[in-house]
Structures are given as C-alpha cells and as structure tokens.
C-alpha cells in the first residue's frame, strides 16, 4: 500500500525555536511538493522539486523557511526561527512526471506558541 | 492574489439532493481543473478533472463543469451520500505545469441524513 509518510503529524513549539519536518514520497515518484494549509488561503505552494532538485520555491519566505531532499527517499522543510503565523497543517506530496496525480501524506500540524 | 476562488466556506445539503460546488479562477492560462476531496486528519486526495477542451465529465456521481468564458467550474453531486461530508477543494493549473496546482480555499461539505 503505497502511501507519502510525514513526520511529526503533530508538533507544538514555541516561537523561536526550529522546527523540521520530514516527507517520505511514494517509491518511485520523482516530484515532491511540499504545501501549507491555513483557513485563509486554502492549499498553498511552498515549494517542489523534481528528480530532487528544487524547481520553484517562490511560495516559501526564504528569510526562515528552507526544503531540501537529501535524497530520493526524503524531503524535509525546515522553520527557523519559528513564529506563531507559522501554525498551520503542512502537506508533503509526490507525483511521477510527466504528469500524473498528486498523492498527500496526512500532514503535520504545527503549533507555535 | 488568489488566483483560485472557492467563495463558500460551507455548504448544507440533504442526504439524496445534489451538492453544487463552484470555484471561480482568474488566470485565464488554467487550461486543466481538479477537484479533490478532504477528510479530517487525512490528506486530500484527488476526486475528478477536467481539461479545458471540454466542457464536462463525468465519473459515477460526480460531474465536473467548466465554464470557460466565465472562468468557471463547479463539481455536481448526486445523489448525495453522508460519506460525501469533507471539504472539497477546486485546484488549476497548466498543462506546461500540469503538477503545479493551485488551489482554492476549499468548501466544507455536509450531506445531513
């Protein structure tokens, strides 16, 4: 059963701290997306890669927030330093490409004090 | 800017009647529509789409409807099941990047018995 893993599913912090965040895509998927879930705004792109190298990250605030995949295997986001507007649910994804559907993991919801 | 728009926060239909979803978009090089569907503490997953060659799809009890000159879609539910109460939310994107969606802020659904 071929499912995207996150961890943690739940975090609580408090403002300043560091905070990272881990994807496991789908074996075989090339195309990690990482998303951010507000009442505000809905679904938001903070960034994805593809074949692991970073193809638009314009949805992130460079200033404390970075995404990287150290390998084919894992995606992480990184908060430094954390801010309470940071609370939200963060979504990893992944796809094949060319094109194929979206895949989400269940979230991590992050709580910042 | 929100590029896609989902102005009902919340919909109410009754058990057997049909749901009507609707989502507005503004960027006129959308050329493919999604729909996904969100249960609590799960990640959305992907329900039905449309390209921008049609007009409408259909898949069971789903019907997607795109209104090109209106920049327009709206997903159709019938007959509506208790199982269909999730949030919904409507996504865009191009087929140049057909993985980069763009999603609205979504519609929370509830099909009362």
């Known amino acids: 059963d071929a499912r995207v893993t996150q961890t943690p599913r739940d975090k609580v912090t408090e403002m300043g701290q560091e905070v990272t965040m881990r994807c496991q895509p789908i074996?075989?998927?090339?195309?990690v997306f990482w998303y951010r879930q507000t009442m505000m705004q809905g679904l938001e792109l903070l960034a994805y890669?593809?074949?692991?190298?970073?193809?638009?990250d314009s949805g992130m605030p460079k200033d404390r927030f970075s995404a990287e995949m150290p390998d084919a295997t894992l995606a992480t986001l990184k908060i430094q330093p954390s801010e309470p507007r940071d609370s939200a649910v963060y979504f990893c994804?992944?796809?094949?490409?060319?094109?194929?559907?979206?895949?989400f993991g269940e979230g991590s919801r992050l709580t910042v004090l | 800017d929100q590029q896609v728009k989902q102005n009902s926060p919340s919909l109410s239909v009754q058990e057997g009647r049909i749901s009507i979803l609707n989502c507005d978009y503004t960027?006129?090089?959308?050329?493919?529509f999604l729909w996904y569907k969100k249960y609590p503490a799960e990640g959305p997953t992907f329900l039905i789409s449309?390209?921008?060659?049609?007009d409408k799809n259909e898949d069971g009890r789903f019907t997607v409807f795109l209104n090109k000159s209106a920049k327009h879609l709206s997903l159709h539910i019938v007959p509506s099941q208790p199982g269909d109460s999730a949030v919904y939310f409507c996504?865009?994107?191009?087929?140049?990047?057909?993985?980069?969606?763009?999603f609205g802020q979504g519609t929370r659904l509830t099909i009362n018995p």
């Open positions: 890669f593809r074949n692991r190298a970073p193809l638009d």
């Open positions: 960027n006129s090089m959308f050329d493919y």
């Open positions: 996504a865009a994107a191009t087929f140049q990047g057909a993985q980069k969606l763009v």
């Open positions: 074996l075989g998927h090339n195309t």
């Open positions: 449309i390209s921008s060659i049609k």
């Open positions: 994804a992944s796809a094949r490409h060319p094109p194929g559907e979206l895949f």
